[in-house]
């Protein structure tokens, strides 16, 4: 499990993304044909959707924290902005899943939870800044973007909403918050939220892509892109991963980033966070600015989308002291992104190409090549592709409930409510807030005896660094994985 001294500050990479805002007509999404992001290398993907928390009045309130275990599980959605039948919760999903199962195993290797947890949607509300100014709510002063962005820039009333994503410490447990995508066919995507994190010590709060293993014992197989905040860091530290960040004999240092935020700016103030999930490489940018990138284990297959603001006493989020707090709080959410889901694929060339890096209405395309009153075609390259492996990880059996984003493997009980229907359904599974790129090889690796020991079934056996038993119990084999890990199966 990574430690935080063990891993490297690095500088922000000083790349402005050169935009010119207003040089391209407002359209609507039923004209694009597809959407261009404006990264270093341009992509292209086949849909986009906004959600907007900024202007919310009438599902602003702030709940009081539920001071039962079992009152945080069942809790009922704070607003009908989060019910059934609302556009916010046609894509997304909130969960209560709760870790007692986790805590029974008393494997630190699986993970290192000292306190019960459970997700809550009495966590997940619409707030209003009632005490802060226009430029303090949007951060709208010093250029980015290569000048300030036109929405960033205008006006807006001291009572700004936004959604808050809270986490508490309770005399015996913690409540915490997570929602995920409904579709787990998301595959590349540019995600951006316009947020920050405040609290206490001790928490963590995350943006992340998540594809479950295809076992609960693979957790060297988990796929996933994280953007993380842990209030236990410098308040101007953001950690970006390409899972897995470890494995049993310490950190994989090509997986994580820790990067100081531009301009002297700290995680608790607003700020545009990006990330863009592409063929080989996940990049990371903040108002603007090419944040990090990394190509070691982007991951492949198509995932969910994720957001979680968490504590469970362990060595990655630290602990909280009984009733402290702390929040992630979003203004709004966008995302253009292609989908393997029946009757959402896009294949094939682009037609009308829109953007909504160059626009001068938040959540609003232009069109930037094309004709703005017929699709035509236009000669631009595929949406973002890649080959599966040969051998395909195994969809969640769920499409609600995954474990928060932490350096640990994690196996979980989900007790998940649909927020159209109090049906609970019960699964077990395991997270590792880590995933693999090099993933699924059919190669298996001969065994070798260290010191007379034995792996037993799923343990690992082979790998870089690897210093512990390499030969497996009779009748399973040491299958390699990837550099860091082979496993006896």
Not at 154 to 166: D, I, V, W
Not at 363 to 377: K, R, Y
Not at 395 to 420: H, I, L, N, V, Y
Request: charged share 15%; hydrophobic share 25%; glycine share 8%.
């Amino acid at each position: 499990m990574p430690s935080h001294p063990g891993l490297t500050l690095l500088a922000a990479v000083a790349s402005l993304i050169t935009t010119t805002y207003g040089a391209f007509p407002l359209t609507s999404d039923s004209n694009c044909g597809c959407y261009k992001t404006n990264a270093t290398k341009s992509n292209y993907f086949g849909h986009h959707k906004f959600w907007d928390f900024r202007s919310l009045h009438e599902h602003a309130k702030v709940p009081p924290p539920l001071d039962t275990f079992e009152g945080n599980e069942r809790a009922d959605a704070t607003s009908p902005f989060f019910g059934g039948g609302q556009a916010w919760a046609a894509t997304w999903a909130m969960q209560n899943w709760n870790n007692t199962e986790l805590l029974q195993l008393k494997n630190t290797y699986v993970n290192d939870a000292t306190i019960k947890m459970v997700n809550s949607f009495n966590n997940i509300y619409i707030e209003s800044s009632h005490n802060e100014t226009a430029g303090q709510a949007h951060n709208a002063t010093g250029p980015w973007l290569n000048g300030t962005a036109p929405w960033l820039n205008g006006t807006a009333s001291p009572g700004l909403t936004f959604m808050t994503m809270r986490t508490v410490r309770h005399d015996n447990f913690q409540s915490s918050a997570e929602f995920e995508s409904r579709s787990a066919g998301y595959q590349f995507l540019s995600i951006r939220m316009y947020a920050r994190t405040k609290g206490a010590r001790g928490a963590v709060t995350a943006m992340f892509t998540y594809r479950a293993p295809p076992t609960p014992h693979n957790m060297a197989l988990v796929q996933e892109a994280d953007l993380e905040i842990r209030t236990n860091d410098p308040p101007t530290y953001v950690s970006y991963t390409n899972q897995p960040a470890w494995n049993s004999t310490g950190d994989i240092p090509e997986a994580t980033r820790n990067v100081s935020l531009p301009s002297g700016r700290r995680w608790s103030d607003w700020a545009h966070y990006r990330m863009d999930w592409t063929p080989g490489s996940t990049t990371w940018f903040v108002n603007g600015q090419q944040h990090s990138s990394i190509s070691f284990q982007a991951p492949r297959d198509p995932a969910h989308v994720m957001f979680n603001s968490w504590s469970d006493g362990g060595s990655w989020s630290g602990h909280m002291r009984p009733r402290e707090e702390a929040y992630l709080q979003i203004q709004w959410i966008e995302i253009v992104y292609n989908n393997t889901d029946t009757g959402r694929e896009r294949p094939g060339k682009c037609v009308n190409v829109c953007s909504i890096d160059e626009t001068t209405e938040l959540g609003t395309p232009v069109l930037i090549t094309g004709d703005s009153q017929s699709q035509q075609p236009v000669s631009q390259p595929p949406f973002p592709q890649q080959p599966r492996p040969s051998t395909t990880l195994g969809r969640p059996p769920t499409s609600q409930g995954r474990p928060p984003t932490s350096r640990t493997s994690q196996t979980r009980t989900t007790s998940t409510q649909s927020k159209t229907s109090t049906t609970k359904s019960t699964t077990s599974q395991t997270k590792t807030t880590s995933q693999s790129r090099s993933q699924t090889s059919s190669t298996l690796r001969p065994t070798a005896g260290v010191g007379g020991c034995t792996s037993k079934k799923y343990d690992q056996c082979d790998g870089k660094n690897w210093a512990g038993c390499k030969v497996c119990v009779s009748g399973t084999t040491c299958k390699f994985q990837n550099d860091y890990y082979s496993q006896c199966v």
